[in-house]
């Protein structure tokens, strides 16, 4: 299935980091260089992406945006389109983070046309998908996830694309999935994947830390990791991508 894939450890910092921040973490994190087998990325707000651009780059390390708009111009106040982000130095983009589904309200239709728009302007998604605690409880996890990847029907196959499984309950609480719900999830997640054609990376996200990420990344079926808290700092974010080489070994 997915254990030749080049696993991919993504820190998401959300609306966190000044440019003092950007600049400790790339220092502490500079002397590290980026592993082979296992690609680096992060994603801070806009206003760092520019700035981190070129240090990034020079250390391995690929860029992402949290965030899109799917007009490429206009009266959109507020707003940045996938050729801004690629502008930037933007190689990913996060579609559907959860917090962007609750707090904000963003559906499907949206995060479909965001993801239409990211592949036109060469922008590779990483789509969040993930039941909140009540969906599980239910027993719905499975329908949950598969209406959330239907955006993906009559989309090119070979579109790139990396799908994150962040279950909404996991996320900073410092509550993670236990590796048999880890296992079971991403074997649905994986065969609905092939059903709607695509073969791509599944990555594993929520309360992702250094004690427990040798244990995650080791999980049939799990690609790598979306990290968020433990991505702010360079040390902790550095012992998860030693995880994913660990286990990618
Ligand atoms: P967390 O966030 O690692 O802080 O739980 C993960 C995410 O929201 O992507």
Redesign the pocket.
Known sequence: MSSEKRRLIAG?WKMNGSIQDANDFMDAFGGNPAPDHVEVALMPPFTLLHPMSDRLASIGVALGAQNVYYEDKGAFTGSICPMMLRDAGCHYVILG?SERRSIIGESNAQIRNKMNASWLHGLEPILCIGETLEQREKGITNAVLAEQLAILKGAPRDAALTVAY?PVW???TGVTASVDQVTETHAFIHEELNRLGHDCRVLY????NPGNAEDLMACPGVEGA?????SLKADSFMEIVKAAVKAAS
């Open positions: 998401n983070h962040e996991a996320i900073g996200g929520g309360s992702v979306l990290v968020g808290g433990a």
